[in-house]
T-cell receptor
């Protein structure tokens, strides 16, 4: 079946612009996670949904970051007033019934 | 602060040798352990999961878990150049997000 998809794959933003990153999880997967991966680092947790409920947003680095999953399927991660330090790869993962997370291809965000 | 530690490498092994990748974690309550492979410019790909002490084998890969020592390892037998990638260790304490190490870069020399 289809895996996790993310769009756009690449995004270049000028500092101060708002961006929206989309994640389509594997069909039927209830739980969805967002991670941020800086160059040379492992992924770091941002936020987590179970269906439409955002159960943990402790990893969001500032109030400029906002995520939603209104219908319990597609999720959007929004970053307002982007800064250079937001440049990273944003990864989405969905969780199967065996407690295993499968990642999408990621969105590489570059803030100029 | 839950931490997962890995040697960043690079770890270089000749083709056909055994590659041994190691990981330690700080949260004694951790329940699930995963190894992901990440090629340059790609996203992490799950290759092994292990939940109980001992060894788990899948093809050329063997994961080893020792909860008393808070240690998990990945062995790759008959290493191939296509195994050259960064290997990420990830730990789950149950109902929490994965905590990743920084990854170990493996280079298999033909």
């Amino acid at each position: 079946g289809a895996g996790v998809s993310q769009s756009p794959r690449y995004k270049v933003a000028k500092r101060g612009q708002d961006v929206a990153l989309r994640c389509d999880p594997i069909s039927g997967h209830v739980s969805l996670f967002w991670y941020q991966q800086a160059l040379g680092q492992g992924p770091e947790f941002l936020t987590y949904f179970q269906n439409e409920a955002q159960l943990d947003k402790s990893g969001l680095p500032s109030d400029r970051f906002f995520a939603e999953r209104p219908e319990g399927s597609v999720s959007t991660l929004k970053i307002q007033r982007t800064q250079q330090e937001d440049s990273a790869v944003y990864l989405c993962a969905s969780l199967d019934g065996h407690n295993e997370q499968f990642f999408g291809p990621g969105t590489r965000l570059t803030v100029l | 602060q839950k931490e997962v530690e890995q040697n960043s490498g690079p770890l270089s092994v000749p083709e056909g040798a055994i590659a041994s990748l190691n990981c330690t974690y700080s949260d004694r309550g951790s329940q699930s352990f995963f190894w992901y492979r990440q090629y340059s410019g790609k996203s992490p790909e799950l290759i092994m999961s292990i939940y109980s002490n001992g060894d788990k084998e899948d093809g050329r890969f063997t994961a080893q878990l020792n909860k008393a020592s808070q240690y998990v390892s990945l062995l790759i037998r008959d290493s191939q150049p296509s195994d050259s990638a960064t290997y990420l260790c990830a730990v789950d304490s149950g109902n929490t997000p994965l905590v990743f190490g920084k990854g170990t870069r493996l280079s298999v020399i033909a």
